[in-house]
């Protein structure tokens, strides 16, 4: 049977359970707000980087874009600021039960090296969509990965032994600084933010 | 007298002395990859925010933006890490003697205040292209202005008196860490870097 686009989306979400119909894009994007609303973090996904070859200026203030083309992206998807210190991540989700490394450009991880490097917190969260199960996994742990073996994809395995998993709640969903919380600083969570 | 573009743009550059024809944002990208490449710092200019509307995919790997629109910044347009800080600022350039608040959006005056409160060094960095000054004013001094006085720009002889004038140089062309070093980290530059 054939639906109308929004007739089938709202049918899908009915079906999943909770939120399990929105993708991490989402799920972060919401979080990051909230950690903005209650003043925790300032987190922010950097726009799409995009080449822009035609614009039309129907009027002086108004611009749209006619040609544009979508770029590699040269570093992660999501940076800011959390307890003073400079935060980087790239977010992806996968379909199988192992993360493939080819959803990750060499780009991308040469730039979290560098971040790392100069004393920034670099690290992945990964969702594999069918269990619904998103992990933190640090970078250096990934890049250890990609060096001892000559594998093309990390199994959940991996995932379970050597990253942490994000229990997803209402507010705010994907509370992913909780594990930054443990792993990067050693301590409970930041003494203002005792309501997480 | 008719010149094709490419003549034209070479006879420019042989009457402006040195880099006088390039943009701020031109000046500042070709830094930040000099900082990059040698690593000094990790600092990128975000992508332009945009809306899209239409894509066209004419095979499996390609796609064509065919419509899209500009989004209202809500963060400013450089980030990124240096010396184990986050950094975050802005950069425009004005043609007149006086730079016009209307230049920056609030969000993106919401948003460096949230990063000075979350131990962020933030600022701006103005060029008067007239007479080829560029200045870092700290984010705090700017935010002072707006507070105590009700005018809709800053004159010059604010930024002579509270900002700091960044000389041009060949390599690395606007090199504002060194004023970073400065009056962030109150030392000389960073041990590693002495070559700047």
Redesign the interface.
């Known amino acids: 049977m054939k639906y109308p686009m929004g007739i089938k989306n709202n049918i899908k979400k009915t079906i999943h359970y909770g939120n399990r119909g929105m993708s991490l894009e989402e799920d972060i994007n919401i979080t990051n707000n909230y950690y ?1 609303e209650e ?1 925790i ?2 987190i ?1 996904k ?5 080449t ?1 070859t035609k614009v039309d200026y129907p009027s002086r203030k108004e ?9 590699t992206p ?2 992660t998807d999501y ?8 935060i ?1 991540f790239e977010a992806k989700e996968t379909q199988k039960d192992r993360f493939p490394l080819s959803n990750i450009h060499s780009h991308q991880i040469t ?1 979290l090296k ?2 790392i ?4 917190i670099g690290f992945f969260i990964i969702r594999f969509s069918k269990r619904n199960e998103t992990y933190l996994l640090k970078g250096n742990t990934l890049f250890e990965f990609m060096e001892q073996t000559n594998q093309k994809s990390i199994p959940i395995s991996y995932f379970k032994e050597h990253g942490y998993l994000i229990i997803e709640k209402l507010k705010p969903r994907i509370d992913y600084l909780s594990i930054v919380d443990d792993i990067y600083f050693e301590g409970g969570p930041y003494e203002q933010n005792t309501k997480r």
């Open positions: 903005r003043d973090a300032v922010y950097k726009p799409t980087p995009i822009i611009a749209i874009i006619k040609e544009a083309f979508f770029k040269s570093t940076n800011g600021i959390y307890r003073g210190k400079y980087d730039h560098q971040i490097k100069h004393g920034g």
